[in-house]
């Protein structure tokens, strides 16, 4: 009876165990999700045209997620300027990136990873399980719901599609001008 108990127990712990990080030099993963538009926005739509800057973060409309956002935005230039495309996933819904969107003036897409299939394709932890916060944006009380929170880390994917650059400890303010960097260390 001890060991039923004990299967019973960790079976389900190793079932749930998160598929591995890919690492510098691995070829990226295929994924897949809605862009802030509702659109279906593809890898293979996109890898092997550009330099793609894919950062993952846990939430739309939070404070560090909102300076790391913005830090993309105000570099966009010099990042479209060096063929460059940068991707936010988070598992905010598609409603909450169009939120997220207007409110500070994004211009890149947002990946609304509602089930946490594409942090778990890069190996990033994820935890699944909705959340919900009221946030007044434009003088109306909006609900905006979550159901994955991933951890922040950001990958740079090259031409050939593999991993150039992971940063699995990234600092939200940084992270644009970090990525900068690694872009021009590209060339």
Request: proline content about 4%.
């Amino acid at each position: 009876m001890r060991f039923l108990k004990y299967v019973a127990f960790v079976l389900p712990l190793c079932l749930s165990i998160p598929a591995s990080a890919v690492d510098v030099g691995d070829k990226a993963p295929s994924f897949e999700a809605k862009d802030d538009t509702g659109a279906d926005w593809k890898s293979s739509d996109h890898v092997g045209k550009k330099i793609l800057v894919v950062y993952f973060y846990p939430a739309d409309m939070t404070g560090g997620c909102t300076a790391q956002a913005c830090g993309y935005r105000d570099k966009m230039e010099s990042f479209s300027d060096a063929g460059v495309q940068v991707i936010g996933v988070s598992g905010d819904s598609v409603k909450n990136h169009v939120v997220f969107k207007k409110a500070h003036q994004l211009n890149f897409p947002l990946l609304a990873d509602v089930d946490g299939k594409v942090a778990k394709a890069f190996g990033v932890p994820v935890a699944l399980g909705e959340k919900t916060v009221t946030k007044e944006i434009d003088g109306v009380e909006t609900l905006l719901l979550r159901t994955a929170t991933a951890k922040r880390w950001t990958f740079v994917i090259d031409r050939d599609g593999k991993i150039a650059y992971k940063d699995s400890e990234v600092k939200a303010q940084q992270d644009p001008a970090k990525i900068e960097d690694v872009i021009k260390s590209l060339k």
